[in-house]
């Protein structure tokens, strides 16, 4: 089985798999000799064989998708993908597994944490990360949608009221 990882960004519906080499350069660090790991300080990929990052995660969950598929039978394209990448449920190890969930909305914290910890008593490694992700630097501002019943699906850089995007006119 080949050392990949996985980016889902729920966001933008778009999937992406690269290198595991890419993944140690952004999670790990770079290098990968022995003496890396030995003098430089933990950090949170370190010796995860597969890692998944949710990006835009709302309330995780394709994260429970991955570490618990029984739980969710219908999500049927999720189970494909995740046997294809990080190998079929029945055999796979979840403690080789590393899931970052990326989320900006606050309301979505106490969720995330109760995860965390639930997944930690398993063995299983998945890191809530209160942040947005962009390739810019910068700051943005999320709009509540009051689409609560959704588990706030809509919170968004975009008011759907006025239709304006944050910093737009």
């Known amino acids: 089985m080949s050392r990949n990882f996985f980016v889902l960004i729920t966001s933008i519906a778009a999937t992406c798999v690269v290198n595991f080499f890419l993944c140690q350069t952004i999670l790990v660090g770079g290098g ?18 597969h890692i998944f990052l949710d990006v835009g995660a709302n309330i995780g969950v394709h994260s429970r998708f991955l570490f618990e598929p029984d739980k969710y039978p219908e999500a049927k394209e999720a189970h494909k993908i995740f046997d294809s990448e990080f190998g079929d449920k029945s055999a796979r190890d979840n403690r080789d597994i590393c899931a970052f969930a990326f989320e900006p909305n606050p309301n979505h914290a106490s969720r995330h944490q109760a ?40 919170f968004s850089d975009h008011d759907l009221k006025t239709g304006g995007k944050a910093g737009s006119p």
């Open 115 to 154: 995860l965390e910890e639930a997944y930690k008593l398993q063995g299983w490694r998945y890191h809530y990360i209160p942040a947005a992700v962009s390739n810019a630097e910068g700051n943005i501002t999320f709009y509540h949608n009051h689409d609560e019943e959704n588990e706030e699906f809509g």
């Open 32 to 49: 990968v000799t022995k003496t890396d790991f030995v003098t430089h300080p933990a950090k949170l990929a370190d010796g995860c064989y």
